[in-house]
Structure formats: structure tokens, C-alpha cells
């Protein structure tokens, strides 16, 4: 079970990393330029259907990080393992009628 978590995990990272990438090179509604470069080297590489191509790719990393993120979840929530317990340890202290007969004093001088 943990190499599957590490590997659902790893392309989680994954992902959300491209997805960043992509939203940071998509140009905005006005036509502006994105943040990592102009608008016209990410025409060039894709064609004239740039837009159409980013957003494409877009949608398919948002579902899939949003599946990955569910699945991810559910996996880390049927878990076993807990940071802490659900009872403190208790620590029993003895009655005064149950001392033993070194702590109770002595009538005798």
C-alpha cells in the first residue's frame, strides 16, 4: 500500500507542477502577453490553434489533479495509523484503606 501512495503521490506533485506551468503561459481574455513570455512563441510552437491546444491541455490536468487529489485523500483517510491516541493512559493510584503496612504508621512506639 505504500508504493501505491508514493506513486499516486509522485504524479500528484507531478501534475500540479505542469498545471501551474500551463496557467502561467496561457495569455489572459485581453489578448495580454502570460507571465513566462510572449504570446507569440507559444503560437509558434502549437500553430494557430494555440488556444484551443492550451486549454485542452488545461482541462486534462485540472481533472486530472482533481482525481488524483480524491484519490489521494481517500487513501491517506483509510489510514490505520494515528499521531495520537484516543485514551490518555491513566495512572492508578492506591486507596487509603490499600497502603501497604511500610507507608501506614505504627500504634506501637
Not at 508514493?6 to 502577453?33: C, E, H, N, R
Not at 507559444?42 to 500553430?47: D, R
Amino acid at each position: 500500500m505504500g508504493f501505491l501512495i508514493g506513486t499516486i503521490l509522485t504524479l500528484f506533485i507531478l501534475v500540479s507542477l505542469f498545471l501551474i506551468l500551463l496557467v502561467m503561459i496561457q495569455t489572459g481574455k485581453g489578448g495580454s502577453a502570460g507571465m513566462l513570455g510572449g504570446s507569440t512563441a507559444s503560437q509558434s510552437v502549437f500553430g494557430a490553434s494555440t488556444a484551443d491546444v492550451m486549454t485542452k491541455t488545461t482541462r486534462v490536468a485540472a481533472i486530472l489533479f482533481i482525481i488524483l487529489s480524491l484519490t489521494l485523500s481517500f487513501l491517506f483517510a483509510k489510514k490505520d495509523e494515528v499521531l495520537l491516541p484516543d485514551s490518555e493512559p491513566s495512572i492508578e493510584v492506591p486507596a487509603d484503606n490499600e497502603r501497604s503496612p511500610e507507608t501506614t504508621p505504627s500504634s506501637t512506639p
